[in-house]
């Protein structure tokens, strides 16, 4: 397995012959979000991408565009229409428990604390997680807070865990430091790698409190659950993982 932290919550998941990439967010700015930690790289070919909702930082369509409307798409019960109206055929809709085969590993969708609606009057559709299955198992969390169901995943090999916002302070719907660290006793994971930090940054915060929160999962992670690795990727880095 090998994956490619594109920065924010956009990972390339090479699995058993296959290549996924989530939440595929390449541009340098969207909306009032400025992408300060470089240029996006390329992402190449995929076989899929998976969305976890409908926010505009993790359903960006000029991103998709990149990547072209011939990509299948999974995409939450609700989100498929959007994404045909704007040209995209291959669209299968997942809920909470549904699976899908591509290749030899298997995607099911997971349950998500977060609200998924597109904007306060557009398209709606509930947040989702993904678990990428084969030879060996990842959890993409996509936006979520902890929930106690996490258990019901464990264990996986990698956890990719949301750690941050675009700010100091987090709504509902979100895991900081804290609460990413208590999804490691319920996930049970080799390995950890903090997402959704440090990539765009909102005016008026300032850049070094971008890498707070995952050193600070870094450090809590190693207090409370030394047996598990923790991976803080700079974005465009890759990590290679034989099966255990």
């Known amino acids: 397995m090998r994956l490619i932290w594109i920065g924010h919550s956009t990972v390339v998941i090479e699995l058993d012959g296959t290549r996924l990439v989530t939440d595929p967010v390449l541009r340098d700015r969207v909306n009032v979000l400025r992408r300060v930690s470089g240029p996006a790289g390329a992402v190449g070919d995929v076989d899929a991408v998976l969305l976890s909702h409908l926010h505009y930082d993790h359903l960006d369509l000029p991103s998709l565009q990149r990547l072209g409307r011939s990509v299948r798409v999974f995409v939450p019960v609700g989100g498929a229409k959007l994404l045909r109206r704007r040209g995209w055929d291959d669209v299968v809709e997942l809920a909470a428990g549904d699976s899908a085969a591509l290749g030899d590993v298997e995607i099911t969708a997971t349950h998500?604390?977060?609200?998924?609606?597109?904007?306060?009057?557009?398209?709606?559709?509930?947040?989702?997680?993904?678990?990428?299955?084969?030879?060996?198992?990842?959890?993409?969390?996509?936006?979520?807070?902890?929930?106690?169901?996490?258990?019901?995943?464990?264990?996986?090999?990698?956890?990719?865990?949301?750690?941050?916002?675009?700010?100091?302070?987090?709504?509902?719907?979100?895991?900081?430091?804290?609460?990413?660290?208590?999804?490691?006793?319920?996930?049970?994971?080799?390995?950890?790698?903090?997402?959704?930090?440090?990539?765009?940054?909102?005016?008026?915060?300032?850049?070094?409190?971008?890498?707070?929160?995952?050193?600070?999962?870094?450090?809590?992670?190693?207090?409370?659950?030394?047996?598990v690795d923790v991976r803080v990727l700079p974005v465009g880095a890759s990590l290679e993982l034989v099966a255990a």
């Open 112 to 227: 998500a604390e977060h609200p998924g609606r597109r904007s306060p009057w557009g398209d709606r559709a509930a947040a989702i997680g993904y678990l990428v299955s084969g030879s060996q198992r990842v959890y993409f969390a996509g936006d979520t807070d902890l929930f106690d169901a996490m258990r019901e995943l464990a264990p996986v090999d990698v956890a990719l865990l949301p750690v941050a916002g675009w700010g100091p302070r987090l709504p509902a719907g979100h895991m900081n430091e804290r609460t990413a660290v208590a999804a490691l006793g319920l996930l049970q994971p080799r390995v950890a790698v903090p997402i959704h930090w440090g990539t765009y940054r909102r005016l008026g915060l300032g850049r070094e409190a971008l890498r707070v929160p995952p050193e600070a999962f870094e450090r809590r992670a190693a207090a409370e659950h030394p047996e």
